[in-house]
């Protein structure tokens, strides 16, 4: 057995872990809001058309915020086609995905799903095809109380309260040849600066967010980070940063480097620190610019290509990927790469929700979890309280992509106000189990009340309709507390959670 010991102090915080670091993402795209969450015919649908058995399994994930309606799709969608009497709708090309858009899901339904989940909505503005007018118009109909154009047509519709959307994107990765409108870096700086300015005009409580560079891989990374916080300064709040790992893309496929994925993520959130502050120095500002990333999972299927047979149809099963075992620990690691970062990393968005690259897949017979659900509901449930600094002694290995790849990675979080202290901690390794130590004494009196454990003989092992229960989280005997030092072993390629308190 391995062997790795863990050194931390509680009173070295790093800073209060952002519930909205337990995000996720919804879009119009294939079937994640279609037959997703909405889908009025199905057996499971509430009144106003919601399947209440997704909708029950997304608060048992417990998703802070959501990111609506793209993604993409945003950067050609009119929200004047998805509101008011659902039968003057329009029904459009949804060009970016190649989607029928019926329009029978918009903003107000997207409200509703927000109030019955009781999610946090983010809103994205199209700055692809339109720009600052529909941007103030879309904030004016959501935010303002009424006496106005925009806010007497939301009550028109049914909608006498306001929605007090808070939280606001520019776009949708506007450096990305993909995107429809994509723009220069400066373009879209001054865009996004324009915009941001007359949308905190009307409504100053709002934050917002720009756009970073859609992934290091472009050649724009890092340029165009700078640049754009640098244009936006004074606006935002927020740089997004976009990220998917993949392992079935690469051959061969290379499990041990796939699991080493959050060492880029981390030299990808630390760059974007770097450009923000970069432009912050320029201005000699105090504010300090934070990020928010607002997609981020396991992607296997390169996003460009549609399969032809789902080209121009409403709600295809479009990038349905099904996860295994190893895409949790990876997903495991970026959430606690996110959480060490708290000082910095405010939002963080799971790309997506349901059906599209999600935790959650439905038929129309049922809802099941798949292998990520695990990782991210054991994080946005226990992350609760500070992140302390920390360093891990352990094995390291070299992969094809990565040097120095520490075998376990952890993050802990305190809670002091409750008195609790959460471990969350990997084991990298595939072929053996690891006994790691951790020395409490400055934790008098707490105890360990449960080891939470994810793993599977078969590190390739998926949930699927058929089987929806073959990699679930368990409880452990694995961990022990003497003299005020942990024990826990973790079994090879597992995700533990190891929670103490009083
Ligand atoms: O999540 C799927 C797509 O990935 C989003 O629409 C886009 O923003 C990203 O490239």
């Known amino acids: 057995m391995k062997k790795a010991k863990i050194f931390t102090d ?74 008011g009497p659902k039968e003057l709708r329009p029904v459009r090309l949804e060009a970016a995905w190649k989607n029928i858009e019926d329009n029978s899901f918009g903003t107000n339904e997207f409200m509703d799903f927000c109030e019955k989940t009781s999610i946090s909505p983010m809103l994205a503005v199209n700055l692809g ?35 007090n959307v808070k939280l606001w994107c520019l776009g949708n ?5 993909w995107q429809i409108g994509h723009l220069e870096a400066r373009e879209y700086g001054s865009l996004a600066a324009r915009t941001a300015k007359i949308m905190k005009d009307i409504d100053p409580t709002i934050e917002l967010a720009a756009c970073g560079s859609a992934g290091m891989k472009l050649p724009t990374f890092g340029a165009w980070d700078a640049t754009v916080a640098e244009e936006c300064y004074d606006f935002i709040d927020y740089l997004s ?12 496929d290379d499990s041990r480097d796939f699991l080493a994925s ?30 928010s990333v607002d997609e981020w999972n396991v992607v296997y299927r390169p996003h460009g290509k549609i399969p032809p047979d789902t080209v121009w149809t409403k709600a295809p099963h479009q990038i349905e990927d099904v996860y295994s075992l ?17 000082d910095r990393v405010k939002i963080g968005c799971i790309a997506q929700l349901v059906n599209v690259i999600a935790p959650i897949m439905t038929s129309d017979n049922s809802a099941w979890r798949q292998t990520i659900f695990y990782p991210f509901m054991n994080c946005s449930k226990y992350a609760k309280g500070t992140t302390l600094y920390h360093v891990v002694e352990c094995d390291k290995y070299d992969s094809k992509s990565y040097t120095d790849v520490p075998t376990v990675m952890s993050s802990i979080v305190y809670d002091k106000e409750n008195e609790n202290l959460a471990l969350f901690v990997i084991n990298r390794d595939l072929d053996e189990d690891c006994e790691v130590t951790v020395d409490l004494r ?14 599977h003989e078969d590190i390739k092992a998926v949930n699927t309709e058929e089987n929806p229960l073959n990699v679930v989280e368990r409880l452990s005997n694995n961990s022990t507390l003497d003299n005020m030092v942990l024990t826990s072993v973790l079994e090879k390629h597992s995700w533990n959670v190891i929670i103490l308190g009083k």
């Not at 993520?265 to 912050?280: L, P, T």
């Not at 008098?444 to 449960?450: A, F, L, P």
Request: charged content about 25%; glycine content about 8%; some cysteine.
């Open 129 to 163: 095809t339109r720009g600052i007018d529909e941007a103030r118009n879309l904030l004016e109909y959501c935010n303002f109380d009424s006496g106005t154009y925009y806010s007497d047509l939301r009550i028109k519709h049914g909608y006498r309260k306001p929605h």
């Open 241 to 252: 940063v976009h990220t998917y790992f993949d392992n079935r893309c690469k051959t061969p």
């Open 10 to 83: 509680i009173h070295f915080e790093i800073s209060e872990v952002d519930k909205r670091l337990f995000g996720s993402f919804l879009e119009h795209m294939g079937r994640a809001v279609y037959e997703g969450i909405y889908q009025p015919e199905n057996k499971f649908a509430d009144t106003n058309g919601f399947r209440t058995d997704t909708l029950e399994m997304i608060k048992e994930l417990g998703v802070s915020v959501v990111r609506y309606p793209g993604g993409n799709m945003v950067s050609a969608y009119n929200w004047e086609d998805g509101v």
């Open 442 to 455: 400055q934790f008098e009196g707490y105890s360990v009340k449960k080891h939470i454990v994810l793993n």
């Open 262 to 291: 959050s060492l880029y993520f981390e030299r990808q959130i630390n760059s974007v620190i770097a450009a923000c502050d970069y432009a912050g120095a320029k201005k000699k500002s105090r504010k300090k610019i934070g990020l």
């Open 173 to 177: 990765e506007m450096d990305g040849p």
């Open 326 to 342: 190893e895409d949790a620990l990876v997903v495991g690691s970026m959430l606690l790469t996110m959480m060490n970062h708290s």
